[in-house]
C-alpha cells in the first residue's frame, strides 16, 4: 500500500511535525565556546550560540554573549523586551528607556515584555571586556523579527564594521 500525499489539514500538520523530527535528527544539543558564531555587527561583539535557523537541538531561545570592550557600549535598540543578561565580567550601566542602571558582575537584567517595547544599550566601565549572557524566547516564527512591538536598530556600537 502507497503513501498518499496529505489531504486534510490534520493531516497536514502531522505531515509538518514528521519533518520537523526528521530535521531536529542528530542536531547537536552541545554548543562549545569556540563553536559559537563570533561576529562584530551593528549592535557590537556578540558570540551566538542558540538563534533561529541554528543547527542545534533547540531553537526555542535566543541565546548569546555580548563582548564590549573596556570603555565601550552595544548599539541602542528598540525591543520587545522578555530578555535577561547576566553580567560574567565587568561593570557598567544599561540604558533601558532613558534611565540608568548600573550593574556588575553577577548582576541580572530583566527586560519584561512590553507592548509599546524598550529602548535598551549596555555600556562597560571597566577596564577590561565585559561580558554579558544575554536570553530571550524566540518569538520569530510566531510574531516575526518585529515580535509584537517592533525592532529597530536605533544606534550602532563604536566597533561595527571593525
Known amino acids: 500500500m502507497g503513501m498518499t500525499a496529505p489531504t486534510t489539514i490534520f493531516d497536514k500538520l502531522l505531515a509538518r511535525r514528521d519533518a520537523e523530527r526528521a530535521a531536529r535528527t542528530g542536531r547537536k544539543l552541545k554548543i562549545s565556546e569556540d563553536e559559537a558564531v563570533l561576529e562584530t555587527n551593528r549592535h557590537g561583539t556578540m558570540r551566538w550560540y542558540l538563534y533561529p535557523g541554528s543547527p542545534h537541538a533547540s531553537n526555542s531561545l535566543i541565546f548569546c554573549r555580548y563582548e564590549i570592550p573596556p570603555g565601550s557600549r552595544t548599539g541602542k535598540q528598540r525591543l520587545q523586551g522578555n530578555l535577561v543578561a547576566f553580567a560574567l565580567t565587568g561593570y557598567g550601566r544599561a540604558v533601558v528607556d532613558g534611565k540608568e ?24 566601565d571597566s577596564d577590561e571586556v565585559a561580558k554579558l549572557l544575554v ?14 512591538s517592533g525592532f529597530e536598530q536605533l544606534e550602532d556600537a563604536p566597533e561595527e564594521g571593525v
Open 101 to 124: 542602571h548600573a550593574w556588575e558582575a553577577t548582576d541580572l537584567i530583566a527586560l519584561p515584555p512590553l507592548e509599546e517595547g524598550h529602548e535598551f544599550q549596555v555600556f562597560n
Open 135 to 148: 536570553v530571550e524566547p524566540n518569538m520569530i516564527d510566531l510574531f516575526g523579527v518585529d515580535r509584537g
